[in-house]
């Protein structure tokens, strides 16, 4: 079992940038496609970004150029760069872990472990 805690969130200005960080527990890190998702208030889960166990990223089209993410197996720790921020960011980040063969942007019903969030606000 894979525990996720998700911290970096705040509050900042639209064209600023923050980095979301995701600690994982467990010795089975590098077997897990690492995501981040996000949820704003009165709206679904969405899929933002992912790093396969592989190395391999995947975007969302509205984040697409302005958010990085990156794995380090070392430290168990996968981080999302925010740059450029809108405020049609803001919204409750999500860390979230998923098994599987292959890499790949997949649904908030196909993960296997969650993050409680954390809290992103971008101000006008």
């Known amino acids: 079992q894979v525990q996720l805690v998700e911290s970096g969130g705040g509050l900042v200005q639209a064209g600023g940038s923050l980095r979301l960080s995701c600690a994982a527990s467990?010795?089975?890190?590098?077997?897990?496609?690492m995501n981040w998702f996000r949820q704003a208030p009165g709206k679904e889960r969405e899929f933002v970004a992912a790093?396969?166990?592989?190395?391999?990223?995947y975007y969302a089209d509205s984040v697409k150029g302005r958010f990085t993410a990156s794995r380090d197996n070392t430290k168990n720790t996968v981080d999302l760069q925010m740059n450029a921020l809108k405020p049609e960011d803001t919204a409750v980040y999500y860390c979230?872990?998923?098994?599987?063969?292959?890499?790949?942007?997949?649904?908030?019903?196909?993960?296997?472990?969650w993050g409680k969030g954390t809290l992103v606000t971008v101000s006008p």
């Open positions: 979230a872990a998923r098994t599987g063969v292959l890499g790949g942007i997949y649904g908030y019903s196909r993960m296997d472990y």
């Open positions: 467990g010795h089975t890190f590098s077997t897990y496609h």
């Open positions: 790093v396969s166990r592989g190395g391999g990223t």
